[in-house]
């Protein structure tokens, strides 16, 4: 027979279980991103990945840009205000099963654009899809 202590730990145990597996996701709007990111109106040459950080709640995404300068952020991003700004992107081979891949930084992104103090590329994010057509001069 159980003990009516050991019977209500366990009631507490399952029902904290319960409630903490059933998160269906963030507790905060949030808003799909994509879009084009380019350079005097041409595509960046060399693996760029754009991040976007949003100084009120720190909260920081990067995406891939692709060969067309095409980018899109892979988790949904919380609505808010951020600054977008390139950087190289970086094989960090986590597996360690050989060498990293260089990257091939390139020098045409002007400097300005390299970190967020300094980038002019702002973004609202919103709820829903977003798409954003950042232009680098």
Do not use: W
């Not at 159980?2 to 597996?21: D, E, N, Q, R, Y």
């Not at 960046?44 to 100084?55: A, P, Q, R, S, T």
């Not at 067309?68 to 960090?92: I, K, S, T, W």
């Amino acid at each position: 027979m159980m003990k009516p202590i050991h019977g209500t730990v366990c009631l507490v145990v399952a029902l904290l279980a319960t409630s903490l597996g059933c998160n269906n996701g963030p507790d905060y709007p949030v808003g799909d991103v994509s879009g084009k990111l380019t350079l005097k109106g041409n595509p960046i040459k060399g693996d760029v990945e754009l991040f976007l950080m949003d100084h009120k709640t720190g909260f920081a995404y990067k995406a891939l840009v692709t060969e067309d300068g095409g980018f899109e952020v892979n988790e949904p991003v919380r609505v808010g205000n951020y600054v977008a700004y390139v950087q190289p992107a970086v094989d960090l081979n986590l597996s360690m099963d050989g060498a990293p891949t260089p990257t091939t930084a390139t020098a045409a992104v002007p400097a300005k654009y390299t970190n967020d103090a300094r980038s002019d590329l702002l973004a609202e994010v919103k709820e829903g899809p977003n798409h954003f057509a950042f232009e680098m001069k």
